[in-house]
């Protein structure tokens, strides 16, 4: 979900997103785990779980300026709650600063 707010030189966003996600699944691994003395290639069969322990939720706030016709700045403020759907995550910050020129 987005809220955009425009002007003649402002431009302003605030973006809620939550990522798509597994919602549960199982890898099956063959995995070498040994030889053995003759050469060959001791395997076991694993099964892991890939089911998350959370859901990623996105905040992020975008402003942009437009200097000039030619030259816009950019700020983008990102906030990300359980990163990688893992509930135990911190939650991590971004910054994103952008100048752009035309020529």
């Known amino acids: 979900m987005t809220l955009t707010r425009r002007g003649d030189r402002h431009q302003a966003a605030l973006t809620l997103k939550q990522p798509l996600r597994l919602d549960d699944a199982t890898a099956t691994l063959d995995v070498p785990v040994g030889r053995t003395l003759d050469g060959q290639i001791v395997r076991e069969t694993r099964r892991v779980s890939l089911a998350p322990s959370g859901q990623q939720r996105d905040i992020e706030l975008g402003y942009a300026f437009q200097q000039d016709p030619l030259t816009q700045w950019r700020l983008n ?18 910054t994103l600063l952008n100048y752009s020129r035309t020529f």
């Open 77 to 94: 403020l990102l906030y990300t709650l359980e990163p990688g759907h893992d509930r135990e995550a911190d939650s991590e910050m971004a």
